[in-house]
Protein backbone atom coordinates (compact mmCIF):
# COMPACT_ATOMS: atom_id res chain seq x y z
CA UNK A 1 0.00 0.00 0.00
CA UNK A 2 1.06 3.60 -1.02
CA UNK A 3 0.90 6.56 1.72
CA UNK A 4 -2.16 8.37 0.42
CA UNK A 5 -1.31 11.42 -2.15
CA UNK A 6 -3.35 13.50 -0.57
CA UNK A 7 -0.76 13.74 2.43
CA UNK A 8 1.57 15.54 0.60
CA UNK A 9 -0.46 18.49 0.68
CA UNK A 10 -0.22 21.01 3.33
CA UNK A 11 -0.76 20.28 6.84
CA UNK A 12 -3.68 21.72 7.18
CA UNK A 13 -5.66 19.95 4.72
CA UNK A 14 -5.97 17.08 7.13
CA UNK A 15 -4.81 15.77 10.70
CA UNK A 16 -2.54 12.81 11.26
CA UNK A 17 -4.26 10.17 13.33
CA UNK A 18 -4.20 6.57 13.30
CA UNK A 19 -7.19 4.07 13.72
CA UNK A 20 -7.74 3.13 17.18
CA UNK A 21 -7.50 -0.53 18.10
CA UNK A 22 -10.39 -2.76 18.78
CA UNK A 23 -11.28 -5.37 20.76
CA UNK A 24 -11.97 -8.53 19.03
CA UNK A 25 -12.44 -8.20 15.22
CA UNK A 26 -14.04 -10.80 13.21
CA UNK A 27 -14.31 -10.35 9.49
CA UNK A 28 -17.58 -10.51 7.89
CA UNK A 29 -17.06 -10.19 3.99
CA UNK A 30 -14.30 -9.35 1.54
CA UNK A 31 -15.04 -8.42 -1.52
CA UNK A 32 -12.84 -11.23 -3.32
CA UNK A 33 -13.01 -9.42 -6.81
CA UNK A 34 -12.62 -6.43 -5.61
CA UNK A 35 -9.20 -7.10 -3.38
CA UNK A 36 -8.12 -8.83 -6.07
CA UNK A 37 -8.44 -5.77 -8.50
CA UNK A 38 -6.14 -3.91 -5.88
CA UNK A 39 -3.62 -6.87 -5.21
CA UNK A 40 -4.65 -6.75 -1.57
CA UNK A 41 -4.65 -11.05 -1.90
CA UNK A 42 -1.43 -10.87 -3.51
CA UNK A 43 0.46 -9.60 -0.59
CA UNK A 44 -0.33 -13.13 0.59
CA UNK A 45 -2.24 -12.18 3.35
CA UNK A 46 -3.98 -14.64 5.32
CA UNK A 47 -7.52 -13.88 7.17
CA UNK A 48 -6.14 -12.88 10.34
CA UNK A 49 -4.25 -10.45 8.38
CA UNK A 50 -6.44 -9.36 6.68
CA UNK A 51 -8.87 -8.73 9.09
CA UNK A 52 -6.04 -6.69 11.37
CA UNK A 53 -5.67 -4.69 7.70
CA UNK A 54 -9.82 -4.13 7.69
CA UNK A 55 -10.23 -3.22 11.67
CA UNK A 56 -7.23 -0.49 11.68
CA UNK A 57 -5.71 -2.94 14.06
CA UNK A 58 -2.71 -3.91 12.31
CA UNK A 59 -2.11 -1.46 9.01
CA UNK A 60 0.58 -2.22 6.49
CA UNK A 61 3.57 -0.53 5.62
CA UNK A 62 3.23 2.36 3.77
CA UNK A 63 -0.04 3.57 5.32
CA UNK A 64 -0.45 6.99 6.00
CA UNK A 65 -3.72 7.40 8.33
CA UNK A 66 -5.25 10.84 8.07
CA UNK A 67 -8.83 12.55 8.85
CA UNK A 68 -9.51 15.27 6.27
CA UNK A 69 -10.82 18.20 6.89
CA UNK A 70 -13.92 19.96 4.44
CA UNK A 71 -17.16 21.95 5.80
CA UNK A 72 -20.61 21.77 3.98
CA UNK A 73 -23.83 22.78 3.55
CA UNK A 74 -26.03 20.75 5.26
CA UNK A 75 -29.56 21.18 4.31
CA UNK A 76 -28.59 24.46 3.28
CA UNK A 77 -26.85 25.51 6.38
CA UNK A 78 -22.93 26.35 5.97
CA UNK A 79 -21.25 24.35 8.99
CA UNK A 80 -17.14 25.35 8.29
CA UNK A 81 -15.55 22.44 10.18
CA UNK A 82 -17.46 19.17 9.40
CA UNK A 83 -13.76 17.25 8.50
CA UNK A 84 -13.82 13.21 8.70
CA UNK A 85 -15.16 12.56 12.80
CA UNK A 86 -14.73 8.26 11.97
CA UNK A 87 -13.10 7.39 8.79
CA UNK A 88 -9.41 7.30 8.31
CA UNK A 89 -8.03 7.40 4.97
CA UNK A 90 -5.00 4.76 5.67
CA UNK A 91 -3.31 5.37 1.65
CA UNK A 92 -3.92 4.21 -1.81
CA UNK A 93 -3.43 1.27 -3.94
CA UNK A 94 -3.42 0.90 -7.41
CA UNK A 95 -5.87 -1.16 -9.40
CA UNK A 96 -5.22 -3.39 -12.50
CA UNK A 97 -5.75 -0.85 -14.74
CA UNK A 98 -3.06 1.64 -12.93
CA UNK A 99 -6.11 4.22 -11.14
CA UNK A 100 -4.78 5.10 -7.94
CA UNK A 101 -7.84 3.76 -5.37
CA UNK A 102 -7.86 5.80 -1.73
CA UNK A 103 -8.77 3.11 0.79
CA UNK A 104 -10.50 4.56 3.86
CA UNK A 105 -11.66 2.69 6.85
CA UNK A 106 -15.03 4.02 8.54
CA UNK A 107 -15.92 3.65 11.64
CA UNK A 108 -12.35 2.83 13.29
CA UNK A 109 -12.41 5.63 15.72
CA UNK A 110 -12.24 9.32 16.65
CA UNK A 111 -10.77 12.20 15.14
CA UNK A 112 -10.06 15.81 15.53
CA UNK A 113 -13.10 16.17 13.56
CA UNK A 114 -15.08 13.97 15.53
CA UNK A 115 -16.83 17.05 17.63
CA UNK A 116 -19.27 14.74 19.88
CA UNK A 117 -19.02 12.00 18.57
CA UNK A 118 -17.32 8.74 19.10
CA UNK A 119 -15.73 8.10 15.57
CA UNK A 120 -17.23 4.58 15.50
CA UNK A 121 -19.93 3.04 13.04
CA UNK A 122 -22.69 0.52 14.33
CA UNK A 123 -23.39 -3.02 12.07
CA UNK A 124 -26.65 -2.29 10.40
CA UNK A 125 -25.25 1.08 8.36
CA UNK A 126 -21.64 -1.02 7.48
CA UNK A 127 -23.85 -4.02 6.29
CA UNK A 128 -26.03 -0.96 4.10
CA UNK A 129 -23.28 1.12 2.80
CA UNK A 130 -21.30 -2.33 1.73
CA UNK A 131 -24.40 -3.68 -0.26
CA UNK A 132 -25.24 -0.63 -1.72
CA UNK A 133 -22.90 0.95 -2.92
CA UNK A 134 -21.49 -2.84 -4.75
CA UNK A 135 -25.39 -2.81 -5.59
CA UNK A 136 -24.49 0.72 -7.73
CA UNK A 137 -21.32 -0.79 -8.79
CA UNK A 138 -23.14 -3.45 -10.54
CA UNK A 139 -25.74 -1.01 -11.91
CA UNK A 140 -22.93 0.50 -13.77
CA UNK A 141 -23.20 3.87 -11.65
CA UNK A 142 -20.06 5.57 -10.45
CA UNK A 143 -19.66 4.44 -6.93
CA UNK A 144 -17.63 4.20 -3.99
CA UNK A 145 -17.18 0.35 -2.96
CA UNK A 146 -16.67 -1.82 -0.38
CA UNK A 147 -13.56 -3.87 0.17
CA UNK A 148 -14.20 -5.50 3.65
CA UNK A 149 -16.61 -5.02 6.40
CA UNK A 150 -15.56 -6.48 9.86
CA UNK A 151 -17.14 -6.18 13.48
CA UNK A 152 -15.55 -4.53 16.46
CA UNK A 153 -16.10 -6.97 19.23
CA UNK A 154 -17.54 -3.68 20.56
CA UNK A 155 -20.77 -2.24 20.91
CA UNK A 156 -21.78 1.43 20.20
CA UNK A 157 -24.53 3.31 21.72
CA UNK A 158 -26.58 5.05 19.53
CA UNK A 159 -30.54 4.96 20.81
CA UNK A 160 -29.90 1.42 22.09
CA UNK A 161 -26.49 -0.45 22.42
CA UNK A 162 -25.52 -1.95 18.90
CA UNK A 163 -22.64 -4.12 17.80
CA UNK A 164 -20.31 -2.22 16.10
CA UNK A 165 -18.59 -2.50 12.92
CA UNK A 166 -15.85 -1.03 10.32
CA UNK A 167 -15.89 -0.72 6.54
CA UNK A 168 -13.25 -0.63 4.55
CA UNK A 169 -14.21 1.97 1.50
CA UNK A 170 -12.65 2.26 -1.58
CA UNK A 171 -12.73 5.38 -4.19
CA UNK A 172 -11.35 7.73 -6.39
CA UNK A 173 -10.59 10.21 -3.97
CA UNK A 174 -12.44 11.40 -1.01
CA UNK A 175 -12.40 14.76 -2.12
CA UNK A 176 -15.54 16.53 -1.64
CA UNK A 177 -17.84 19.97 -2.84
CA UNK A 178 -17.30 20.91 0.80
CA UNK A 179 -13.34 20.60 1.04
CA UNK A 180 -13.47 23.29 -1.30
CA UNK A 181 -15.86 25.15 0.46
CA UNK A 182 -13.31 24.58 3.83
CA UNK A 183 -10.68 26.76 2.41
CA UNK A 184 -12.86 28.99 0.74
CA UNK A 185 -14.87 30.06 3.89
CA UNK A 186 -11.53 30.97 5.76
CA UNK A 187 -10.21 32.81 2.62
CA UNK A 188 -7.40 30.72 1.77
CA UNK A 189 -7.40 31.17 -1.80
CA UNK A 190 -3.62 29.53 -1.85
CA UNK A 191 -5.40 26.23 -0.10
CA UNK A 192 -8.47 26.27 -2.70
CA UNK A 193 -5.25 26.57 -5.54
CA UNK A 194 -3.89 23.73 -3.89
CA UNK A 195 -6.75 21.86 -3.87
CA UNK A 196 -7.91 22.35 -7.75
CA UNK A 197 -4.21 21.57 -8.66
CA UNK A 198 -4.65 18.13 -6.63
CA UNK A 199 -7.81 17.40 -8.36
CA UNK A 200 -7.14 18.17 -11.87
CA UNK A 201 -4.10 15.99 -11.99
CA UNK A 202 -5.78 13.33 -10.24
CA UNK A 203 -9.46 12.67 -12.06
CA UNK A 204 -9.41 16.03 -14.68
CA UNK A 205 -5.82 16.12 -16.31
CA UNK A 206 -6.91 17.29 -19.74
CA UNK A 207 -8.06 20.73 -18.07
CA UNK A 208 -4.54 21.47 -16.72
CA UNK A 209 -4.01 21.90 -20.86
CA UNK A 210 -7.07 24.43 -20.91
CA UNK A 211 -6.17 27.97 -21.72
CA UNK A 212 -8.52 28.38 -18.36
CA UNK A 213 -8.06 24.86 -16.22
CA UNK A 214 -10.07 26.30 -13.14
CA UNK A 215 -13.22 26.72 -15.56
CA UNK A 216 -12.45 23.73 -17.39
CA UNK A 217 -12.24 21.78 -13.99
CA UNK A 218 -15.84 23.68 -13.00
CA UNK A 219 -16.72 22.39 -16.46
CA UNK A 220 -16.35 19.01 -16.25
CA UNK A 221 -17.11 18.34 -12.52
CA UNK A 222 -20.97 19.53 -13.11
CA UNK A 223 -20.71 17.48 -16.56
CA UNK A 224 -19.92 14.50 -14.48
CA UNK A 225 -22.58 15.12 -11.69
CA UNK A 226 -25.10 15.61 -15.09
CA UNK A 227 -24.44 12.32 -15.65
CA UNK A 228 -24.29 10.23 -12.47
CA UNK A 229 -27.60 12.25 -10.96
CA UNK A 230 -29.22 10.89 -13.99
CA UNK A 231 -28.52 7.57 -13.63
CA UNK A 232 -29.13 7.48 -10.31
CA UNK A 233 -33.17 9.04 -11.61
CA UNK A 234 -32.71 5.91 -14.08
CA UNK A 235 -32.88 3.07 -11.35
CA UNK A 236 -35.22 4.71 -8.85
CA UNK A 237 -32.51 5.66 -6.55
CA UNK A 238 -32.82 8.48 -3.66
CA UNK A 239 -29.49 9.68 -2.13
CA UNK A 240 -31.42 11.04 0.70
CA UNK A 241 -28.43 13.42 2.15
CA UNK A 242 -27.58 15.36 -1.08
CA UNK A 243 -25.45 18.30 1.34
CA UNK A 244 -22.09 19.59 -0.22
CA UNK A 245 -20.18 17.31 2.07
CA UNK A 246 -21.42 14.16 0.06
CA UNK A 247 -20.20 15.16 -3.28
CA UNK A 248 -17.67 14.35 -4.57
CA UNK A 249 -15.83 15.95 -7.43
CA UNK A 250 -14.49 12.86 -8.91
CA UNK A 251 -18.38 12.49 -9.60
CA UNK A 252 -18.58 9.16 -7.96
CA UNK A 253 -21.86 8.20 -5.82
CA UNK A 254 -20.71 8.85 -1.79
CA UNK A 255 -21.95 8.39 1.65
CA UNK A 256 -24.70 5.17 1.88
CA UNK A 257 -26.71 6.79 4.94
CA UNK A 258 -30.18 6.94 5.08
CA UNK A 259 -30.75 6.25 0.59
CA UNK A 260 -32.86 3.90 -0.44
CA UNK A 261 -34.76 2.83 -3.95
CA UNK A 262 -38.51 3.58 -4.68
CA UNK A 263 -40.50 0.97 -4.75
CA UNK A 264 -43.88 2.04 -6.25
CA UNK A 265 -42.61 5.50 -8.46
CA UNK A 266 -44.10 8.78 -6.79
CA UNK A 267 -41.57 11.54 -8.18
CA UNK A 268 -42.05 13.34 -4.65
CA UNK A 269 -40.70 10.38 -2.23
CA UNK A 270 -38.81 10.93 0.67
CA UNK A 271 -37.08 8.28 2.75
CA UNK A 272 -34.64 9.96 4.83
CA UNK A 273 -35.71 10.71 8.76
CA UNK A 274 -34.02 13.81 8.49
CA UNK A 275 -35.43 15.34 5.11
CA UNK A 276 -38.25 17.02 7.12
CA UNK A 277 -39.45 19.31 3.99
CA UNK A 278 -38.48 16.76 1.20
CA UNK A 279 -34.91 19.06 -0.16
CA UNK A 280 -33.54 15.61 -1.15
CA UNK A 281 -36.93 13.97 -2.32
CA UNK A 282 -36.66 12.23 -5.66
CA UNK A 283 -37.79 15.14 -8.01
CA UNK A 284 -35.35 17.81 -6.32
CA UNK A 285 -31.93 15.60 -7.35
CA UNK A 286 -31.13 17.78 -10.07
CA UNK A 287 -32.16 20.52 -8.05
CA UNK A 288 -30.14 19.93 -5.23
CA UNK A 289 -27.25 18.84 -8.00
CA UNK A 290 -27.19 22.33 -8.85
CA UNK A 291 -26.94 24.13 -5.72
CA UNK A 292 -24.70 22.10 -4.81
CA UNK A 293 -22.24 22.65 -7.86
CA UNK A 294 -23.09 26.52 -7.69
CA UNK A 295 -21.17 26.35 -4.32
CA UNK A 296 -18.38 24.52 -5.66
CA UNK A 297 -18.22 27.47 -8.08
CA UNK A 298 -18.37 30.13 -5.86
CA UNK A 299 -15.06 28.25 -3.90
CA UNK A 300 -13.08 28.87 -7.50
CA UNK A 301 -13.95 32.02 -8.10
CA UNK A 302 -10.69 33.62 -7.63
CA UNK A 303 -9.02 31.41 -9.58
CA UNK A 304 -11.40 31.47 -12.30
CA UNK A 305 -10.86 35.01 -13.19
CA UNK A 306 -9.22 38.15 -10.71
CA UNK A 307 -12.02 40.32 -11.81
CA UNK A 308 -15.15 39.16 -9.56
CA UNK A 309 -17.67 39.91 -12.26
CA UNK A 310 -15.71 38.02 -15.32
CA UNK A 311 -15.47 35.03 -12.83
CA UNK A 312 -19.38 34.99 -11.96
CA UNK A 313 -20.48 35.43 -15.08
CA UNK A 314 -18.31 32.17 -16.68
CA UNK A 315 -18.87 30.16 -13.86
CA UNK A 316 -22.75 31.34 -13.69
CA UNK A 317 -22.81 29.89 -17.64
CA UNK A 318 -21.26 26.89 -16.90
CA UNK A 319 -23.18 25.65 -14.07
CA UNK A 320 -26.59 26.94 -15.79
CA UNK A 321 -25.51 24.18 -18.41
CA UNK A 322 -26.43 21.50 -16.16
CA UNK A 323 -29.93 21.40 -16.86
CA UNK A 324 -29.11 20.44 -20.35
CA UNK A 325 -26.58 18.07 -19.74
CA UNK A 326 -28.61 16.37 -17.61
CA UNK A 327 -31.53 16.60 -19.99
CA UNK A 328 -29.83 14.71 -22.20
CA UNK A 329 -28.16 11.93 -19.88
CA UNK A 330 -31.40 11.19 -18.74
CA UNK A 331 -33.62 10.94 -21.80
CA UNK A 332 -30.62 9.13 -23.36
CA UNK A 333 -31.30 6.65 -20.60
CA UNK A 334 -35.14 6.52 -20.91
CA UNK A 335 -34.57 5.29 -24.60
CA UNK A 336 -32.40 2.52 -23.93
CA UNK A 337 -34.88 1.48 -20.77
CA UNK A 338 -38.00 2.11 -23.26
CA UNK A 339 -35.57 -0.09 -26.14
CA UNK A 340 -35.41 2.87 -28.70
CA UNK A 341 -32.08 2.97 -30.36
CA UNK A 342 -33.39 6.29 -32.81
CA UNK A 343 -33.95 9.57 -31.69
CA UNK A 344 -37.52 11.56 -32.05
CA UNK A 345 -38.24 15.05 -30.61
CA UNK A 346 -41.35 13.05 -29.25
CA UNK A 347 -39.11 10.52 -27.10
CA UNK A 348 -38.84 12.77 -23.44
CA UNK A 349 -42.97 13.09 -23.55
CA UNK A 350 -43.06 9.40 -24.18
CA UNK A 351 -40.87 9.47 -21.24
CA UNK A 352 -42.26 11.36 -19.10
CA UNK A 353 -46.29 9.87 -19.54
CA UNK A 354 -45.31 6.75 -18.62
CA UNK A 355 -44.26 8.12 -15.31
CA UNK A 356 -47.33 9.66 -14.97
CA UNK A 357 -49.27 7.14 -15.57
CA UNK A 358 -47.10 4.97 -13.32
CA UNK A 359 -47.58 7.40 -10.75
CA UNK A 360 -50.74 7.97 -10.84
CA UNK A 361 -51.25 4.12 -10.43
CA UNK A 362 -48.53 3.57 -7.93
CA UNK A 363 -46.68 1.38 -10.38
CA UNK A 364 -43.29 -0.44 -8.66
CA UNK A 365 -40.53 1.69 -10.86
CA UNK A 366 -38.24 -1.50 -11.29
CA UNK A 367 -40.82 -3.85 -11.86
CA UNK A 368 -42.88 -1.80 -14.83
CA UNK A 369 -39.51 -1.31 -17.00
CA UNK A 370 -38.30 -4.73 -15.97
CA UNK A 371 -41.47 -6.06 -17.27
CA UNK A 372 -41.32 -3.91 -20.40
CA UNK A 373 -38.45 -5.66 -21.68
CA UNK A 374 -40.81 -8.80 -22.50
CA UNK A 375 -43.61 -6.89 -23.66
CA UNK A 376 -42.48 -5.14 -27.43
CA UNK A 377 -45.02 -7.39 -28.91
CA UNK A 378 -47.25 -8.38 -25.90
CA UNK A 379 -48.19 -4.49 -23.78
CA UNK A 380 -50.19 -6.52 -21.06
CA UNK A 381 -47.28 -8.84 -19.74
CA UNK A 382 -46.06 -4.89 -18.56
CA UNK A 383 -49.23 -3.69 -16.99
CA UNK A 384 -49.33 -7.50 -15.17
CA UNK A 385 -45.84 -6.85 -13.92
CA UNK A 386 -45.76 -3.18 -12.90
CA UNK A 387 -49.51 -3.73 -11.18
CA UNK A 388 -51.25 -0.81 -12.80
CA UNK A 389 -54.32 0.39 -11.16
CA UNK A 390 -55.85 1.75 -14.30
CA UNK A 391 -55.10 -0.66 -17.08
CA UNK A 392 -56.72 1.08 -19.65
CA UNK A 393 -54.49 4.34 -18.73
CA UNK A 394 -51.72 1.94 -19.47
CA UNK A 395 -53.05 0.39 -22.63
CA UNK A 396 -53.43 3.84 -24.29
CA UNK A 397 -49.82 4.99 -23.52
CA UNK A 398 -48.78 1.03 -24.70
CA UNK A 399 -50.54 1.72 -27.89
CA UNK A 400 -47.97 5.16 -28.57
CA UNK A 401 -45.10 2.75 -27.33
CA UNK A 402 -45.89 0.21 -29.97
CA UNK A 403 -45.82 2.97 -32.48
CA UNK A 404 -42.45 4.42 -31.58
CA UNK A 405 -41.15 0.94 -31.07
CA UNK A 406 -42.38 0.25 -35.01
CA UNK A 407 -39.83 2.87 -36.70
CA UNK A 408 -37.01 1.23 -34.41
CA UNK A 409 -34.57 -0.92 -36.86
CA UNK A 410 -34.09 -3.59 -34.09
CA UNK A 411 -35.52 -7.08 -33.51
CA UNK A 412 -38.13 -7.75 -30.62
CA UNK A 413 -35.54 -9.97 -29.72
CA UNK A 414 -32.50 -7.85 -29.91
CA UNK A 415 -34.18 -5.26 -28.45
CA UNK A 416 -35.95 -7.26 -25.45
CA UNK A 417 -31.83 -8.36 -24.76
CA UNK A 418 -30.54 -4.52 -24.59
CA UNK A 419 -33.73 -3.93 -22.64
CA UNK A 420 -32.54 -6.34 -19.86
CA UNK A 421 -29.22 -4.68 -19.60
CA UNK A 422 -30.86 -1.07 -19.32
CA UNK A 423 -33.68 -2.53 -16.76
CA UNK A 424 -32.48 -4.17 -13.83
CA UNK A 425 -34.47 -7.06 -12.31
CA UNK A 426 -33.29 -6.94 -8.67
CA UNK A 427 -32.09 -3.53 -6.84
CA UNK A 428 -31.28 -3.13 -2.94
CA UNK A 429 -35.28 -3.50 -2.16
CA UNK A 430 -35.20 -1.84 1.24
CA UNK A 431 -37.91 -3.48 3.23
CA UNK A 432 -35.27 -6.99 2.19
CA UNK A 433 -31.85 -4.50 3.61
CA UNK A 434 -34.20 -4.57 7.02
CA UNK A 435 -34.58 -7.72 6.93
CA UNK A 436 -30.93 -8.68 6.31
CA UNK A 437 -30.39 -6.02 9.00
CA UNK A 438 -32.07 -7.30 12.00
CA UNK A 439 -31.01 -10.57 11.32
CA UNK A 440 -27.02 -9.48 11.63
CA UNK A 441 -27.69 -7.46 14.69
CA UNK A 442 -30.33 -9.17 16.71
CA UNK A 443 -28.96 -12.96 15.75
CA UNK A 444 -25.65 -12.23 14.37
CA UNK A 445 -27.02 -13.93 11.11
CA UNK A 446 -25.21 -12.57 7.97
CA UNK A 447 -26.98 -15.46 5.40
CA UNK A 448 -29.50 -12.67 4.25
CA UNK A 449 -26.44 -10.34 4.06
CA UNK A 450 -24.34 -13.16 2.04
CA UNK A 451 -27.77 -13.64 -0.04
CA UNK A 452 -28.23 -10.21 -1.10
CA UNK A 453 -24.58 -9.84 -1.91
CA UNK A 454 -24.50 -12.41 -4.62
CA UNK A 455 -27.69 -12.07 -5.93
CA UNK A 456 -27.39 -7.79 -5.99
CA UNK A 457 -23.59 -8.58 -7.71
CA UNK A 458 -25.90 -9.77 -10.90
CA UNK A 459 -29.01 -7.49 -10.95
CA UNK A 460 -29.48 -7.20 -14.60
CA UNK A 461 -29.49 -11.53 -15.07
CA UNK A 462 -32.67 -13.58 -13.72
CA UNK A 463 -31.75 -15.79 -10.69
CA UNK A 464 -34.11 -18.86 -10.38
CA UNK A 465 -32.77 -19.38 -6.60
CA UNK A 466 -33.76 -15.60 -6.06
CA UNK A 467 -36.95 -14.82 -7.98
CA UNK A 468 -38.72 -13.78 -4.58
CA UNK A 469 -36.53 -11.28 -4.18
CA UNK A 470 -37.95 -9.13 -7.12
CA UNK A 471 -41.74 -8.54 -5.73
CA UNK A 472 -42.08 -5.62 -4.10
CA UNK A 473 -43.26 -5.40 -0.12
CA UNK A 474 -46.59 -6.21 0.91
CA UNK A 475 -48.24 -3.19 2.66
CA UNK A 476 -47.17 -4.50 6.18
CA UNK A 477 -43.34 -4.52 5.06
CA UNK A 478 -42.86 -0.99 3.65
CA UNK A 479 -40.32 0.90 4.48
CA UNK A 480 -41.16 4.69 5.25
CA UNK A 481 -38.13 5.70 6.74
CA UNK A 482 -34.27 5.28 6.74
CA UNK A 483 -31.86 6.60 8.78
CA UNK A 484 -28.38 8.28 8.55
CA UNK A 485 -25.63 6.21 10.03
CA UNK A 486 -23.77 8.40 12.35
Not at 195 to 204: S, T
Not at 216 to 237: E, K, P
Request: hydrophobic share 45%; proline share 6%; charged share 20%.
Amino acid sequence: MNPSSYASLPERFFARVPPTPVAAPTLIKINHELAADLKFTAAGLDAAALTGVFSGNALPPGTAPIAMAYAGHQFGHFVPQLGDGRAILIGEMRDQAGVSRDIQLKGCGRTPYSRSGDGRAALGPVLREYLVSEAMHALGIPTTRSVAAVTTGETVQREAALPGAILTRVAASHVRVGTFEYFSARGDTGGVRLLADYVIDRHYPSAAQDKAPYLALLSQVVARQASLIAQWMNVGFIHGVMNTDNMAVSGETIDFGPCAFMDGFDPAAVFSSIDQRGRYAYVNQPHAAVWNLARFAESLLPLIDAKPEQAIGAATEIVSGFAALFAECWLNGMRRKLGLSTAETEDRRLAEDLLGVMHRNQADFTLTFRALCDAPDDPSAARIGGCFADARAFDEWAQRWQARLSREPATASSRAESMRRANPAYIPRNHRMEQMIAAAVEQGDFAPFEQLSTLLSKPYQEQAAFVSYAAPPAPAERVLQTFCGT
